[in-house]
Structure formats: structure tokens, C-alpha cells
């Protein structure tokens, strides 16, 4: 299979995708990820109903992964004989809309799983003087985020970047004792000291 990512919102595909799903001779994905892509899209669709099966599908399938499948995306039930293309995460736009330089970021996801990791590797890269990149869990967002670091004692502004490339996208940032508060539940945080 060739698992493609169709970048983190609207007009955020790489050349290499918008080719690979041309020529595809059957596409599965999520209902956003097959939006996001379906200018392109010259074959039958199939909505993805169980992820753990995806090795069940056609060798010559083109899987569709929002964002990057390499970060908290479908890259990670790729096998050695899978394909993947990479696609602009929401790690890149977040960068660059708030002008933070990656090579002193730390990426952690808790999306989609027990954020237990997340915030011991929050911990653990705060105090490595790290910014940090993170996708949130329904009970671990900016406000948890916050507490976190008051309780480190950690200044750093916290920033919001919601359903980033869609017209109704958002940007708010906060502080540790006021910190921005998300109105979608498709948003990243970016942390930066």
C-alpha cells in the first residue's frame, strides 16, 4: 500500500501526493482525509472503518493520512514494503506561523490515546529547555498544559493554531496564568520559552 498524507488542512498537499492519488486505482481514507484530497481523486473511495486492518487491503491501495503519517498519523502500520509520502503537518505550519525554529522543538502527541506519555514527556522536555510541539487529548489541552507548567514554575507562552488552512482557522496565544482557551477540537499547542 502507499500511505500519502494530505497535509494538515485545505491546499496543504505536496506535488508528490497530488501525483501518487491521481494515479491511484482505489483510494481509502477518513471522511476529512478524502475531502481534503478529492480534486484529485479519479477512482472509487472507500471510508476506512478499521485502521488495524489496513495490511488487509489491495497492494496497489492509496491510503489517505491527514496531516503527516509519520506524526501521530497512519505511517505507523507501514511495512518495510509500503510506500509513504509525506505531507505538510500541522508541526510545519505551526512553525512557521509563529516563527519557531524546529531544531529546538520537542514533538509529542497524546492524540487519539492516554496522554499519560504525553505529559511525562512534557515534563521531561521542559526541562531539557525544549519548546514543545503538542497534540492534545481531550483531557490534556492548554489548560492542563498550563497547570503543568506553573507547577514547574515554567514562563512560556502558550499558543492555540486551530483547523489550521481552513477559512475559519485560528490563532490565539496565552501565558501559563492565562492561558488561551481552543474552540475546535482540531488544534495543536505550540509551547515557547
Known sequence: MIIVGVGVGPKML???????????PVVYGSKRSI?????????E????????????????????S????????????????????????SIQAACARFHVEMSNLALIT???????????????EIGLGKNIFLLPAD?????????????MNVDARICIYEDIGYPH???????????????????CIVIVR
Open 110 to 124: 497524546a492524540h487519539g490515546r492516554d496522554p499519560a506519555p504525553a505529559k511525562e514527556a512534557l515534563i521531561r
Open 66 to 89: 491527514t496531516g503527516d503519517p509519520m506524526f501521530s498519523g497512519l505511517g505507523k502500520f507501514a511495512t518495510e514494503n509500503d510506500r509513504v509520502v509525506t505531507g505538510v503537518s
Open 139 to 151: 483531557s490534556f489541552g492548554p489548560v492542563e498544559v498550563a497547570a503543568f507548567l506553573q507547577d
Open 35 to 43: 475531502e481534503l484530497a478529492e480534486e484529485f481523486i479519479k477512482c
Open 14 to 24: 505536496t506535488q508528490e501526493a497530488i501525483e501518487v492519488i491521481s494515479n491511484a
Open 169 to 187: 482557522e485560528r490563532v490565539i496565544c496565552g501565558t501559563v496564568l492565562e492561558p488561551p482557551e481552543n474552540h475546535s477540537n482540531m488544534y
Open 45 to 64: 473511495t472507500h471510508l476506512i472503518k478499521d485502521y488495524k486492518s489496513l495490511h488487509l487491503l489491495p497492494e496497489d491501495a492509496v491510503i489517505l
